[in-house]
């Protein structure tokens, strides 16, 4: 679509910002708002319900219902499916309101938020929809005179709380798997992004979902967000965001009811690029890709980058030339690759770790500074240090934007120790053509997933989560399940 037509598009849109309680839009119980900006622009997009305790309450008071009643959990797997499957192609019916919902809340570039955001999660919807009826329980090797069942059952009431950078992605990571296994959900999408989490909830009533099953509450985190990791009705938390903020979501859960926490977090990924790497190109392209994919605002964005000290030159010269690809534009036109930071605080947030690796001695060879700032929008040019030491905050600390921190080596074993000398634990990766070197060099990374000469491979079929305080879950994957799902032992005397 043409670059005036989203525009026009977009001018037109109408925005509902009510919460999605039993079936209902509502306002906030309180009747209090907040203002929803985009970072595109400045621009005012409307008013969003402010939820807090009270509506907190009222959601999860439908959801349980939903669940004893078996609205939903009760359905057979199969009728399950079906209803997941017309969910997601709702969804793609509308991909282009998703999109530019999506582009206009957090900035991202329309291009991405149609072939990356809108299709991974109606992907995600249809591939748990399809699992659901595929998978058996078990029976147990028991003595003969009896037998024992493992069955698996929902657990109840899931709270799902989901960060900004992809709001439509990591709300489908934990409502699809959930919903599929015959949960009610109450999600709290973030207060920076809380749109298409709202029209996702009406697309899944279309489909069938019964009302109460899903309910979304946008609001801010420490209102709407607390209230549901501390409510005593909620079975299991499903949290990703922040390390800071999961540490508290763990504390809220055993504060409250124990509930089940589950939480993906944070990251500061490493990419160690040896210089038997079999493909420069490949790895340079890898590389400046990832880091500058999405603003830089992905959680297992390659953010340190340790290239053998041999090739470490010829690397960032590569590196540098690629720069320019990534330059920042409107991020309603198709042909946009960077988009705008989701927001001031994120942007003052990125600009100030900026300022530390200018201050603290890395050598800046590309970016540093905020652009299109005429736009009234928040954009930051894609931004590389060089000679950065690791004890430096930009090789420490989740930026949460587009900024690469080079730091070489001569010692692989020292690679990996500085690799490993993180609290992060999320991403790594490794570039040899050296099968061995790979293998124990992945073993030795901590890291959920490890890379080998590549950096962008992705797909639902495999677990993603973290080691250390990355966090304690995996989404994605069959191995979701065991998240909002229960093991129970039946034993039956014959
Ligand atoms: P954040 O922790 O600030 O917020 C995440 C969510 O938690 C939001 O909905 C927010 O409103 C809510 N929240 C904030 N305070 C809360 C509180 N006291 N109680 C309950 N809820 C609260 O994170 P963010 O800035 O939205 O997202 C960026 C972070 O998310 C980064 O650290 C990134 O690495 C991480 N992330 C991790 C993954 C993963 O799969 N591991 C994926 C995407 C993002």
Not at 364 to 375: C, F, I, K
Request: charge should be negative; proline fraction near 4%; aromatic fraction near 8%.
């Amino acid at each position: 679509m043409a670059t005036t037509s989203w525009h026009e598009r977009a001018a037109a849109l109408a925005i509902d910002g009510r919460a999605l309680i039993n079936g209902q839009r509502l306002a906030a119980r309180s009747g209090q708002t907040f203002d929803n900006r985009s970072p595109i622009d400045g621009r005012l997009l409307g008013q969003v319900a402010r939820c807090d305790e009270q509506d907190v309450d009222a959601a999860v008071a439908a959801a349980r219902a939903a669940f004893e009643d078996g609205r939903w959990a009760n359905f057979a797997p199969a009728k399950r499916k079906r209803i997941l499957i017309k969910f997601a192609d709702l969804m793609q019916k509308n991909a282009a309101e998703l999109a530019l919902l999506e582009t206009l809340d957090m900035g991202k570039p329309i291009k991405y938020s149609q072939s990356v955001d809108v299709a991974g999660a109606a992907n995600c919807i249809r591939w748990y929809g399809e699992a659901i009826d595929k998978i058996y329980d078990e029976i147990a090797p028991a003595p003969v005179h009896s037998l024992a069942l493992i069955t698996r059952e929902p657990v109840g009431v899931v709270g799902a709380i989901v960060p900004w950078n992809y709001p439509m992605l990591m709300a489908s990571w934990k409502i699809a798997p959930a919903l599929a296994a015959g949960n009610s959900v109450v999600l709290k999408p973030s207060e920076k992004s809380p749109l298409t989490a709202l029209r996702l909830a009406d697309l899944a009533l279309e489909a069938g979902i019964p009302p109460g099953v899903f309910n979304v509450l946008p609001g801010y985190g420490n209102e709407a967000g607390s209230a549901l990791a501390l409510h005593m009705d909620v079975d299991c938390i499903a949290f990703t965001g922040s390390t800071r903020v999961g540490k508290q979501i763990m504390q809220m859960a055993g504060q409250s009811n124990l509930k089940r926490a589950w939480t993906e977090l944070g990251g500061k990924s490493a990419n160690i690029v040896c210089a038997d790497c079999p493909d420069i190109d490949a790895a340079v392209s890898a590389a400046i890709g990832s880091i500058f994919f999405n603003q830089g605002e992905s959680c297992n964005a390659p953010s340190r980058l340790f290239v053998e000290e041999s090739i470490r030159e010829q690397f960032v010269e590569k590196a540098l030339a690629m720069v320019p690809d990534f330059t920042p534009g409107d991020p309603l036109d198709e042909n946009t690759v960077m988009g705008a930071i989701v927001d001031d605080i994120q942007l003052r947030t990125v600009l100030g770790y900026i300022e530390q690796g200018k201050s603290g001695g890395a050598r800046l060879l590309a970016g540093g500074e905020r652009v299109r700032t005429e736009s009234g929008g928040y954009f930051v040019a894609p931004t590389i240090f060089d000679r950065v030491d690791s004890s430096m905050a930009i090789a420490r600390e989740e930026i949460f934007g587009p900024v690469l921190s080079v730091l070489s080596f001569t010692d692989l074993n020292d690679a990996i120790r500085q690799a490993n000398a993180t609290q992060y634990g999320l991403h790594a990766a490794v570039w040899t053509s050296d099968l061995s070197k790979a293998i124990k060099t992945s073993r030795a990374l901590r890291a959920g997933t490890v890379h080998v000469n590549q950096y962008d491979n992705d797909d639902i079929t495999v677990p993603f989560g973290g080691y250390k305080q990355s966090g304690n879950g995996r989404d994605k994957s069959l191995h979701a399940f065991d998240k909002y799902t229960e093991l129970k032992t039946t034993w039956i005397q014959l």
